[in-house]
């Protein structure tokens, strides 16, 4: 009977023993498993903001004298639009055309064309996504320097900044609330003879 009582003990010493083991080498495992998450670094999360305004704006030879930006002017045909637009389509209603890239960094440029019940260009917006506040701070000052060099000194508010001109109206607001940065860029012609002209 005590061999029985102590086979049973030295069983049962060696089931806890087994148990044991087992969780440290699950713990161990699943330790092994786990990532190890970093921070990113700030030029993998960005783009370089200054060669994002220039794919925002398009090729400079696309926008000689009275282009708007790429490659369209107020008044532009809607099949014009279809025809220049590098960008990906995304949505095409009778009042707009809708148009997306996306950076390697994963930044989202979205670009639409209003269009008149003639269907000619007569407001474009574009809605740039962002990273982070440094990315929507380099573009604003990136942007900044850019519209008023070519339009003049801007009229300044909190978040906002507009420039005018003869022909066009550019309005840029940080549209930024939260953990959504980005920018919103909106163009106006400033005569409404441009668009009656073309």
Partial sequence: MNML????????????????????????EAAADSVTLHEPAPADLNSDQSALLKTILGPAEQN??????????????????????????????????????????????DVQYF??????????????YLNSPEATKQLWNASKQYFS??????KEETKKITW???????????????KDYGL???FFPADKNVLAAK
């Avoid at 060099?149 to 801007?154: G, H, I, N, R, V």
């Avoid at 005018?164 to 939260?178: F, L, Q």
């Fill in 115 to 128: 269009l008149t019940p003639e269907k000619k260009v007569n407001k474009i917006t574009i809605d740039v």
């Fill in 184 to 186: 919103k860029f909106q």
């Fill in 64 to 109: 000689p004298a009275g282009v708007v930006l790429r490659g369209i002017a107020f008044g532009d045909a809607i099949a014009k639009v279809k025809a220049t637009e590098t960008f990906e389509m995304f949505e095409e209603t009778p009042d707009h055309l809708g148009y997306t890239s996306e950076t390697a960094q994963l930044e989202t440029i």
């Fill in 5 to 28: 009582k102590n086979g049973i003990a030295l069983l049962a010493i060696a089931l806890l023993a087994s148990a044991c083991d087992t969780k440290t080498n699950e713990k161990t």
């Fill in 164 to 178: 005018n001109n003869k022909t066009i109206r550019v309005d840029m607001e940080d549209v930024s609330e939260g």
């Fill in 149 to 154: 060099e070519a339009y003049s000194a801007p």
